[in-house]
């Protein structure tokens, strides 16, 4: 009887039939396809993983981040979600094989106005009862306050006065102090807004406003008066007087009233810091310098609550980690619901407990994200506030000054600034990869190159859009790999659409924008989740020279990560794509990643919430990884006969070249049928490994199909040539 070797062609195709794709690979989960000599792709059990850290994180983790401080020892930042279910979300760092916190913390709080000044004075002190803040957080004021001449909106620095009281100093867009005209003790009113039946015309009653006709007014707490819901930016129609402007409303008034936002309470959302007790703040009470002197009472850090976030942007500024918090929501059912926070620092020098938030005059108080710009570093911001204040400009990109991540005042001898793209309704995402900034729209890719200083204009960077009907389909849906961004383009589904629009994976190289052709692609856009799309993420490989996109499948059901496609960049396309997940409790798919860094080979999160550390185990996290390979149905002879197959000579590498032994288990299944449409008639598993010489399956048919699969632990394999012995078995009609 004659023998043949099993020939398979390369890559993995799910755009065809299983006949038509015959003696390919037609499904497949949990493995690697290699370069050969020839640069076709040869099918290994994919690389296992390890838990980097003991204990799953608290919450789904949506960002991670490796950097190391001034002792050079690696840390691993951690962003994680809010979720209903799970609680807060978080800020956290690995190092040394501990879990820190660092989130975070906000408190707001509604007190009756009042606010004392001085005159000729910029300094404003804030009553709010109990509210104990220090000298080392943040204030956001987003309902203007009238007191002593001057106006108090905005994001402020604190100063720690007392328990019950803390101050802030005002500032111009120039950086000018703004001095009280007058002195006030434990006045001052928010604005008060007054409608006339049957008109749009609002009236505002702020005293001192300065506000002028054609400028912007900020109505940050949804207030409603008249039958009017006002919330959002107002042009300013007219100024009766110093007191008194007007706004448009949506519609008609239904009535002629009056209303206060916020009730007439201020509104103060603090930014919370913790830090060290300054020495020398008491005596008596406790230890030497704790609590007020003879009162009985020990100073205390303000508690807050963990910040609201869906997302994060991580980077690091040498040793110092940035980080700022998103809660941009694309697919919403009202569109793009905007939100975040602002950018915050911490480093094991900065002396305190968690992220301390960037308030200085003019930096943003709001963005969809940021990344740290190279070589001349600069935090650049997209998504952010204009003034610092106003709503979120989701085409707004803001950087601070060089080598100043505290300085975002645009001024003749520095190079901090902004820019607005001209095209599309959103930036998604971006980063800095080589010498360029790159910033994603829902519609196109655009280049930011540092171009210094232009007739102190203060535009750094001159902004190109390269490429268009390529936007990014979710935040973190990109990555670069030698020199090449790869990343996820498609137009955003509808939140509730039971299918989702197809999309293409595209790739920046010398040769500019181009689409990757992928035999793999119904399974990203057939199966992916509309209603979870701000999840996907891509991740690099850049041991193996793999991309793999990880996303949530409509099929696994959970609104999770829990499939994944992969590249070869080095095999290219067509033939360097697979595919896999979906397959119960042991996923492969990561809801955030990090490439081989300064903490070792690649990290990534899992569905479960527990970190991985991957190509450092054959198993998954201890258990059999369970990878299998299954080809298409191939005709075994040309003419109209069929084939028996009694003798199966198996041809494997059976494991690494540090292993001592070749102890891989292969199971072999054959799937034989005589017609296409026939049912599939099954033979086996057979398990054949480096002691097993042969299978013999002993099948007769016309079509066949192989799967290839493995369940045993500590081992490793990569499909040879495997050979069987057939001989003609009659006609099959």
């Given at each position: 009887m004659p023998r043949a070797t099993l020939k398979l062609r390369p890559g993995v195709n799910t755009l065809e039939s299983q006949s038509l794709n015959e003696a390919a690979i037609f499904?497949?989960?949990?493995?690697?396809?290699?370069?050969?000599?020839?640069?076709?792709?040869?099918?290994?059990?994919?690389?296992?993983?390890?838990?980097?850290?003991?204990?799953?994180?608290?919450?789904?983790?949506?960002?991670?981040?490796?950097?190391?401080?001034?002792?050079?020892?690696?840390?691993?930042?951690?962003?994680?979600?809010?979720?209903?279910?799970?609680?807060?979300?978080?800020?956290?760092?690995?190092?040394?094989?501990?879990?820190?916190?660092?989130?975070?913390?906000?408190?707001?709080?509604?007190?009756?106005?009042?606010?004392?000044?001085?005159?000729?004075?910029?300094?404003?002190?804030?009553?709010?009862?109990?509210?104990?803040?220090?000298?080392?957080?943040?204030?956001?004021?987003?309902?203007?306050?009238?007191?002593?001449?001057?106006?108090?909106?905005?994001?402020?620095?604190?100063?720690?006065?007392?328990?019950?009281?803390?101050?802030?100093?005002?500032?111009?867009?120039?950086?000018?102090?703004?001095?009280?005209?007058?002195?006030?003790?434990?006045?001052?009113?928010?604005?008060?807004?007054?409608?006339?039946?049957?008109?749009?015309?609002?009236?505002?009653?702020?005293?001192?406003?300065?506000?002028?006709?054609?400028?912007?007014?900020?109505?940050?707490?949804?207030?409603?008066?008249?039958?009017?819901?006002?919330?959002?930016?107002?042009?300013?129609?007219?100024?009766?007087?110093?007191?008194?402007?007007?706004?448009?409303?949506?519609?008609?008034?239904?009535?002629?009233?009056?209303?206060?936002?916020?009730?007439?309470?201020?509104?103060?959302?603090?930014?919370?810091?913790?830090?060290?007790?300054?020495?020398?703040?008491?005596?008596?009470?406790?230890?030497?310098?704790?609590?007020?002197?003879?009162?009985?009472?020990?100073?205390?850090?303000?508690?807050?609550?963990?910040?609201?976030?869906?997302?994060?942007?991580?980077?690091?500024?040498?040793?110092?980690?940035?980080?700022?918090?998103?809660?941009?929501?694309?697919?919403?059912?009202?569109?793009?619901?905007?939100?975040?926070?602002?950018?915050?620092?911490?480093?094991?020098?900065?002396?305190?407990?968690?992220?301390?938030?960037?308030?200085?005059?003019?930096?943003?108080?709001?963005?969809?994200?940021?990344?740290?710009?190279?070589?001349?570093?600069?935090?650049?911001?997209?998504?952010?506030?204009?003034?610092?204040?106003?709503?979120?400009?989701?085409?707004?990109?803001?950087?601070?000054?060089?080598?100043?991540f505290l300085s975002w005042l645009p001024t003749p001898t520095n190079l901090a600034g902004s820019f607005r793209l001209t095209r599309g309704s959103r930036i998604v995402g971006g980063g800095q990869v080589g010498q360029q900034g790159l910033l994603w729209t829902d519609v196109g890719l655009w280049t930011m190159n540092f171009i210094g200083s232009s007739g102190g204009t203060n535009l750094a960077y001159g902004f190109n859009e390269i490429a268009q009907g390529c936007g990014l389909l979710a935040k973190h849906a990109w990555c670069t790999l030698g020199g090449v961004t790869y990343w996820v383009g498609a137009p955003t589904p509808t939140a509730g659409n039971a299918t989702s629009p197809r999309g293409q994976i595209f790739m920046l190289s010398a040769n500019g924008v181009q689409p990757i052709p992928c035999p793999v692609l119904d399974q990203l856009f057939q199966n992916l989740d509309p209603n979870n799309v701000r999840k996907v993420v891509m991740a690099a490989n850049s041991s193996f020279n793999e991309i793999t996109i990880h996303y949530p499948s409509i099929t696994g059901g959970t609104g999770e990560n829990d499939s994944y496609i992969k590249f070869n960049t080095m095999i290219g396309t067509p033939n360097g794509w697979d595919y896999g997940g979906n397959t119960g409790t042991l996923v492969a798919a990561r809801t955030a990643w990090v490439d081989q860094s300064v903490v070792g080979q690649p990290v990534g999160a899992g569905s479960n919430m527990v970190l991985y550390q991957h190509e450092i185990s054959n198993d998954a996290d201890g258990q059999a990884m369970l990878p299998f390979f299954q080809t298409g149905f191939f005709q075994m002879n040309e003419a109209e006969l069929q084939s028996f197959v009694d003798l199966f000579v198996p041809d494997f590498k059976w494991g690494q070249t540090n292993q001592t032994t070749m102890n891989a288990q292969v199971q072999l299944t054959f799937f034989v049928k005589s017609y296409p449409g026939d049912t599939a008639r099954t033979y086996g598993p057979f398990t054949v490994s480096s002691a097993v010489k042969f299978a013999t399956p002993r099948f007769r048919g016309a079509l066949v199909a192989l799967q290839f699969s493995s369940s045993d632990t500590g081992s490793w394999w990569r499909l040879a040539a495997n050979r069987y012995r057939f001989q003609q078995a009659g006609k099959f009609y």
């Open positions: 499904s497949c989960n949990l493995i690697r396809l290699t370069p050969d000599p020839t640069g076709l792709g040869i099918v290994e059990k994919l690389g296992g993983w390890a838990r980097y850290f003991a204990s799953a994180i608290q919450s789904q983790v949506r960002a991670l981040w490796a950097w190391a401080g001034l002792d050079g020892v690696p840390m691993l930042a951690i962003g994680s979600e809010n979720q209903a279910s799970l609680g807060t979300a978080w800020l956290q760092y690995i190092r040394q094989g501990g879990l820190n916190d660092i989130t975070p913390h906000v408190q707001q709080d509604n007190p009756a106005v009042a606010a004392t000044t001085t005159i000729n004075s910029n300094l404003v002190t804030l009553n709010d009862p109990a509210s104990n803040i220090n000298s080392i957080s943040g204030v956001f004021i987003p309902a203007h306050i009238s007191v002593g001449g001057v106006i108090v909106f905005g994001m402020y620095p604190t100063i720690a006065t007392d328990a019950n009281d803390f101050a802030v100093q005002l500032f111009d867009l120039n950086n000018n102090p703004v001095n009280a005209t007058t002195s006030v003790t434990g006045g001052g009113a928010v604005a008060q807004f007054t409608t006339v039946s049957g008109t749009s015309t609002v009236t505002v009653t702020l005293n001192n406003h300065n506000f002028s006709v054609g400028s912007t007014y900020p109505v940050l707490i949804k207030t409603t008066v008249g039958g009017i819901t006002l919330v959002g930016n107002y042009i300013v129609q007219s100024v009766t007087d110093i007191n008194n402007f007007t706004i448009l409303g949506p519609q008609n008034a239904t009535a002629g009233t009056s209303a206060f936002i916020n009730g007439g309470n201020a509104r103060y959302n603090f930014l919370l810091t913790s830090g060290p007790l300054p020495a020398g703040t008491g005596w008596g009470v406790g230890g030497w310098g704790v609590g007020g002197w003879g009162s009985g009472v020990a100073p205390s850090n303000p508690a807050g609550t963990n910040i609201d976030a869906l997302d994060w942007s991580l980077g690091n500024w040498g040793d110092t980690l940035i980080a700022s918090p998103d809660k941009t929501v694309f697919n919403s059912p009202d569109g793009v619901t905007l939100g975040g926070g602002p950018i915050y620092y911490w480093s094991l020098n900065s002396n305190t407990f968690n992220a301390q938030p960037i308030v200085v005059n003019a930096a943003p108080v709001a963005n969809t994200g940021f990344f740290v710009a190279m070589p001349q570093r600069q935090i650049v911001a997209f998504g952010s506030t204009i003034t610092g204040v106003q709503d979120q400009d989701p085409l707004l990109v803001k950087w601070c000054d060089v080598n100043n």
